[in-house]
């Protein structure tokens, strides 16, 4: 079992960066690839960005790709994600999830692969 707990969300302008933080409690966080996750009103959740056990290998969307950067530090027990050059597309509820997997090079893409999912932080870009 882990609970996650998203944070860093807030209002920026177009073109400005904020970094998101996901927290993860228990023990067994290095067993766990993770993913950031985007839903607006009315539209399915998307991947946004995932990540291995160990953090060695990612995976970012196309929509966000060369602007958002996912990290982790299994020590803190902590998953990040920098967004850069916002723009007002990038604005709804982001959210983090935890897939427990045994082969350390899975990237889960899908809602349906993760476990575990925080309440969700909200993102609002200004133009």
């Known amino acids: 079992q882990v609970h996650l707990v998203e944070s860093g969300g807030g209002l920026v302008q177009a073109g400005g960066s904020l970094r998101l933080s996901c927290a993860a409690s228990g023990r067994t966080f290095s067993s766990y690839a993770m993913g950031w996750f985007r839903q ?14 160990s953090g060695a290998d990612t995976d970012t969307a196309d929509s966000v790709k060369g602007r958002f950067t996912i990290s982790r530090d299994n020590a803190k027990h902590t ?49």
Request: glycine letters at 4%; charged letters at 20%; a negative charge.
């Open 40 to 53: 607006a009103p009315g539209k399915e959740r998307e991947v946004v960005a995932a990540i291995t056990r």
């Open 79 to 127: 998953v990040y994600l920098l967004m850069n050059s916002l723009k007002p597309e990038d604005t709804p509820v982001y959210y983090c999830a935890a897939d427990r997997v045994v082969m350390p090079w899975v990237v889960p893409r899908t809602v349906t692969e993760y476990d575990y999912w925080g309440q969700g932080t909200q993102v609002t870009v200004s133009s």
